[in-house]
């Protein structure tokens, strides 16, 4: 049998080089106005070679275009919920000191942490500068990514971070616990007492930073997220994470915590989130989800960090189904999907259970010699699939010719 088509993504979009060097000039006029020194301007930003790639990622954010189930299956999986309780250990004397002096209990910090770098293993591999000089001047919000990369620059200037570290996201996100570089400049904070704000080289820095940005977004001490609930078949009302009552109206429209007990009401503002609808979970959310939230603007992010939260603290996952017959892979799945592709001879890289273009579009080659809809998606239905029919092996490559 011949190989399997080699799964890959397009190669970047070309650009107008005229123009970006005009876009580099503007950049620096801004900077000097800012006191941004030139030889700072020119060692950092003169020198890059743009990256493209990242111009596709601008509108292909997994949190908003991923069902919450094949989301959350990734970030709160037992492996994730197994390495936070050993950092709730390892670093309890740190989360103590940070809870005291910001009021964030660690399991909401630890959370924060495993979802946004998994705990410090995956700090993202795109030079900052690289991406936010090119998102710039080029494609979508330019004028927030020209912020993002004055703020870095003034990130460097201050010492620290060195340019070297400032490694992450395609947005610029970076360190422990993700933060981009003007919330950087806003909130990070010097917690290890070694003169620098550091959430690249700092586990103390980055948790208090993190647990100071929750702080300033409303987090109020001692008071839940919100908590999963049953709601009555004849409820009929609105809903929705920014439609606030007293928590007493809720309790008047019939809904309990999930297993049926009751609420006690009262009057804090609550909303009631169905993230999947009528057939899936549903919470009442507090002001700690909106703290929560803020973090990255999305309500799955918010979900996840929140549901592993409860994890952390010992408390069992939830009590309804997400409302699908194919849920989605927890990572330790996904890399198991990755081997069966690689030994079907799809070129993907590492396996890293990172459902990325390249693991995408073998699947979809896959899905289409399955018969099945070529949507890319990493699901158990597909794992299953491809575990009940044999390989196909790879051909032996043609000789090369000069």
Not at 64 to 86: C, N
Not at 168 to 188: D, E, K, N, V
Not at 283 to 292: K, P, S, T
Not at 338 to 354: A, P, T, Y
Request: with cysteine.
């Amino acid at each position: 049998m011949s190989a399997a088509p080699q799964a890959s993504t397009p190669p970047p979009p070309a650009y107008d080089q005229a123009a970006y060097r005009r876009c580099v000039d503007s950049l620096q006029a801004r900077a000097g106005r800012e006191g941004i020194g030139s030889a700072l301007f020119d060692r950092h930003v003169r020198t890059v070679v743009p990256d493209t790639s990242v111009l596709r990622l601008l509108d292909s954010q997994p949190e908003f275009k991923t069902p919450i189930w094949d989301y959350l299956a990734g970030l709160v999986d037992e492996e994730r919920v197994a390495d936070g309780r050993q950092m709730l250990q390892r670093h309890a004397d740190v989360l103590s000191r940070v809870e005291a002096a910001y009021g964030v209990d660690p399991a909401t910090v630890v959370a924060v942490w495993g979802v946004e770098s998994d705990f410090g293993d995956t700090f993202g591999k795109r030079p900052l500068l690289q991406s936010l000089t090119t998102l710039s001047c080029m494609g979508r919000r330019q004028d927030f990514f020209r912020g993002e990369l004055l703020a870095t620059l003034r990130i460097i200037r201050d010492g620290d971070v060195t340019a070297d570290k400032l490694v992450g996201s395609w947005a610029g996100a970076f360190g422990h616990t993700q933060f981009i570089p003007s919330t950087y400049r806003r909130l990070a904070v010097d917690f290890d007492g070694d003169g620098r704000r550091d959430l690249v080289d700092s586990i103390p820095d980055a948790l208090a930073s993190t647990a100071n940005y929750l702080k300033r977004a409303g987090w109020r001490t001692g008071e839940p997220w919100g908590y999963e609930v049953a709601v009555p078949a004849r409820f009929s009302g609105a809903h929705g994470r920014t439609r606030r009552q007293p928590l007493s109206h809720w309790v008047g429209q019939g809904i309990t915590r999930v297993d049926g007990s009751p609420i006690a009401p009262d009057g804090r503002r609550s909303a009631l989130v169905m993230p999947a609808g009528r057939d899936g979970p549903a919470f009442l959310v507090f002001r700690n989800f909106d703290a929560i939230y803020s973090y990255n603007a999305a309500e799955s992010y918010a979900f996840a960090i929140a549901l592993l939260s409860e994890r952390l603290r010992g408390r069992p996952g939830l009590v309804r189904d997400w409302p699908t017959d194919d849920p989605g892979l927890s990572r330790l799945q996904r890399r198991e999907l990755q081997q069966l592709l690689l030994d079907r001879g799809h070129d993907i890289g590492e396996i890293d259970g990172i459902v990325g273009g390249n693991t995408r579009a073998a699947i979809v080659l896959e899905q289409q010699r399955l018969g099945r809809p070529p949507d890319g998606r990493a699901s158990q239905g597909l794992l299953r699939a491809l575990k009940a029919t044999r390989p196909v092996p790879a051909a032996p490559a043609e000789p090369r010719t000069r």
